[in-house]
Every structure is written in C-alpha cells, then in structure tokens.
C-alpha cells in the first residue's frame, strides 16, 4: 500500500516554464487537496478536490491549475513559473464517506524552485 | 470561520522532562481535532485525533493530547520527551457545522536537548 505517491521529488523551471506536478493515491479517498509550505507561513490550501470531475479553489489558488478526471490522481499544473512559487508542495487525501474524523494522508512533498 | 491558534513557534525541552504543545480552535458545530508532526524533508503524518468521548486521547509514539471544551483547547503531551521527536507539530481542525477542509495551525517546531 504506497499511500499518496508525489513525484518529482524536486524540480527547478526558469520563470515563465510551465511544469505538472503529479500526485496518486491508492486508497480510494474522494478528498484531495494541494498546499504549499513557506517558512513561517504554515500551509496554505491552493486547490481541493472531493471526487473525480469536481475541483475547487483553496486560499493561494492564482497561477495553479488542477484537475481530477480519476479518482487515483489530482495533477497540479503550474501554467508560468514565477519566483514566488518557489516552495515545497504537498499534496495530501482523506475519506469523506468516513466522515469528519478521517486524517489527512500526505505526500512526502516537491521541492520546487523557480529561477 | 474555523480557525486554529499554536501560540508558540518553537518549544524547547530537555530530554527526559514532559513536553507541551499547545492548540487552541474556534469551530461551529462539534470539533474534530487532530495533530500531524513532520520530520525534516517529509510530509506530515497523522499522530492523533479526537472526536467524542474521553477527554484525554492517546495516539502514536507515546503522544497523547487533552481536549478541553471550556477553554476550546487541545494540547498535545508526552510524559518523557526524547530527542528523536524533535520535529515540527500542527494542529487541525474541522467542524461538523462548517466545511470538510480542515484547518491547520502555523506549527510548533519542538527541540529536545540532550
């Protein structure tokens, strides 16, 4: 049982790049979510997901793009890299049907830097 | 709006010695608390929840959390800090009156000196 699986693992684009950054679970969760992690700025919910074909919007969601077309994946597209997006990326999923008590499952992250 | 505070940045202990890391929330509805902790270079990973019943829940590597209605408070406790659980620790939340996204704390870095 892999868990959620995100690859890669680090990535540097030049500003202006554009780049997908890939994210499966093998738990049949319906909840999937992205967040990125700056150094005293916690994490923040870029975009969610709480089954195929549906997707919305989370606190930073400018410059991302998602989609969920299976259950298992939840691609997360950044269309022109900028410097500020340089972070490390988490995507993470949980059981809705287990209701409010299900735990999120992380990724173990991407490290991404824009130049 | 829900919403989770970690009043402190970083907690320092000295191995041996009781660990406190403290969370408090505001939700509507009844609150679903839980604890993630991340070592370096990893994603979080789940330690502890709460839902209903005991007050005091006990989870993974020997971490156990109070939940505290009055005070809208859930702090997370070890009885014997050891330097291997030196690592960052969130709290989260989620209330039955709200939506289903949870909401994080900043995060506590714990450091356990030798």
């Known amino acids: 049982n892999a868990g959620v699986t995100q690859t890669p693992k680090f990535q540097v684009l030049k500003t202006g790049q554009s780049m997908t950054l890939q994210c499966a679970q093998d738990?049949?969760?319906?909840?999937m979510s992205w967040y990125r992690q700056d150094p005293g700025m916690g994490l923040r919910l870029i975009h969610y997901s709480v089954g195929a074909g549906i997707t919305d919007q989370g606190e930073v969601p400018n410059g991302y793009n998602v989609s969920r077309s299976t259950t298992e994946d939840f691609p997360l597209r950044l269309l022109s890299a900028a410097p500020s997006q340089t972070s490390v990326y988490f995507c993470?999923?949980?059981?809705?049907?287990?209701?409010?008590?299900?735990?999120?499952?992380f990724g173990n992250g991407t490290r991404l830097t824009v130049t | 709006a829900q919403s989770v505070a970690q009043p402190e940045d970083q907690v320092n202990v000295a191995e041996g010695n009781p660990l406190t890391v403290k969370c408090t929330y505001s939700?509507?509805?009844?609150?679903?608390l839980f604890w993630y902790v991340q070592y370096p270079n990893r994603g979080l990973q789940f330690l502890l929840k709460y839902i209903t019943g005991d007050n005091l829940v006990k989870g993974s590597y020997g971490f156990e959390a109070e939940f505290n209605k009055s005070q809208t408070s859930f702090h997370l406790k070890k009885p014997s800090a050891l330097v291997s659980d030196s690592a960052l620790y969130f709290c989260?939340?989620?209330?039955?009156?709200?939506?289903?996204?949870?909401?994080f704390g900043r995060g506590t870095s714990l450091i356990v000196h030798p």
């Open positions: 939700v509507s509805g009844n609150p679903y």
């Open positions: 993470a999923s949980s059981r809705v049907a287990g209701g409010f008590d299900s735990p999120l499952h």
């Open positions: 738990m049949n969760h319906e909840y």
């Open positions: 989260a939340v989620r209330g039955d009156g709200g939506s289903y996204i949870p909401t």
